[in-house]
């Protein structure tokens, strides 16, 4: 199997890259050791929301 690019993680780093890449037709596989979003379902409470520098 031949791919571009390999994206280690589908967490939201992962994820984000997922989809510029696939903006831009870039070819790509994700390998996620457990789920999408693994870390964000088994390793933080249960409370987590998502922060940004958007402020809102
Ligand atoms: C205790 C705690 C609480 C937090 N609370 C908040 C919060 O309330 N709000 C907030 O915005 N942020 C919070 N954060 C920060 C947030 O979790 C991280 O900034 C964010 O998850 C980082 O995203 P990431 O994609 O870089 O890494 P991660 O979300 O950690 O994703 C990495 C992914 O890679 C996978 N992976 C790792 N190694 C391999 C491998 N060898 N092969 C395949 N897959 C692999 C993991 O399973 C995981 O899915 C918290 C962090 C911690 C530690």
Redesign the pocket.
């Known amino acids: 199997m031949y791919t571009t690019a390999i994206i ?9 890259m997922n989809r510029c890449l696939a903006t831009h037709a870039i070819d790509h596989v994700v ?10 379902k ?4 249960d ?6 520098s958007s402020g809102s």
Request: aromatic residues 6%; glycine residues 14%; charged residues 20%.
């Open positions: 280690i993680g589908a967490g939201h780093a992962g994820l984000a390998l996620e050791r457990g789920k999408v979003a693994n870390s964000w088994t390793e933080r409470w409370s987590l929301r998502l922060l940004t």
